[in-house]
């Protein structure tokens, strides 16, 4: 096995390993830590730590290891923070953009309200979750340190739709907002929709209290699933786009209303 040092991470959070044979990705390390492993195309997949940093800590989630939808669990939460903020002093100074960055918001466990989940049929049902780090195969999910936990408890309903709806040969995408109204999910890539797979999804949905099921654009259920905008309640698209968790759009629009305040006009330019 050839030894590694950890020299940096990359914007996605793997560890950038160098060794005698050049460099390598290694994810699930923190700089300065020593490692152990072989590369293969440019990855370490398996990296053994031989001398951990001082920021690593225990995971608290048992799919960490497998599950690639997070990445730095094993580091501290205050080296985190100070990695997403050289992240984006890194890419503004790439482009002649030295913004001061005054504060970091650190949303709390549990607190995600909008998750991308896939799912696949299986002998013995479903899986849904997230893709393994580097990989097609999906992680069932039986919990989630990071999302709400009204979307983990629908796990096993996602489940059961995805094994009402989904081939065998595919792979469908399934997106989940836990709003006010209740649940919101959008699957792409099932069946094409026949009056007995309407019949069979319009049951889980009433049965699981979905405010919406959107499948491939058709949409299943009939109530509002509204989200509240400032003083306006609206009905976003299904799969729509919602800052991840509550607590960091409040920060963000507790930010742009500090800087704007006194401005007699305000463009928002995304």
């Known amino acids: 096995m050839s030894l590694w040092t950890i020299g940096r991470l990359g914007r996605r959070g793997d560890g950038v390993a160098v060794g005698d044979r050049g460099r390598a990705l290694a994810p699930l390390t923190l ?27 225990r995971p608290a989630c048992a799919h960490y290891r497998t599950c690639g939808g ?30 001061p ?10 607190s995600r309200r909008r998750a991308v989940l896939s799912g696949r049929r299986s002998k013995k049902g479903a899986l849904v979750g997230f893709h393994a780090r580097a990989s097609d195969v ?20 996602l489940r059961r739709i995805v094994a009402a709806g989904a081939s065998r040969m595919g792979e469908v995408t399934i997106n989940v907002i836990d ?13 094409p929709m026949q009056a ?10 009433a049965e699981g209290d979905l405010a919406r099921l959107d499948w491939d654009g058709q949409t299943i259920t009939r109530r509002s699933p509204a989200v ?38 305000v463009a928002d330019l995304f």
């Open 196 to 205: 007995e797979l309407f019949a069979a999804l319009a049951a889980l949905a």
């Open 138 to 157: 999906i992680v069932d999910l039986a919990d989630c340190h990071v999302l709400r936990p009204r979307i983990t408890a629908a796990l096993p309903l």
């Open 179 to 191: 709003g006010p109204a209740g649940l919101d999910v959008a699957v792409a890539g099932g069946k």
């Open 101 to 110: 960055i005054q504060g970091i918001h650190v949303s709390p466990p549990r």
């Open 31 to 57: 700089p300065g830590e020593v490692i152990e492993g072989e590369a293969t195309d440019g990855r370490i997949s398996a990296p053994r730590i031989v001398t951990p940093s001082a920021d690593r800590v």
């Open 70 to 99: 997070c990445s730095l669990m094993h580091a501290s939460q205050g080296f985190t923070a100070g990695w997403k903020r050289q992240v984006v002093e890194t890419a503004l100074a790439a482009r002649g953009l030295p913004a």
């Open 228 to 265: 509240p905008m400032g003083r306006a309640k609206v009905v976003p698209p299904p799969a729509a786009f919602l800052q991840a968790t509550e607590e960091g759009e409040a920060a963000l629009a507790a930010a742009v209303h500090d800087f704007t305040r006194g401005a007699r006009h």
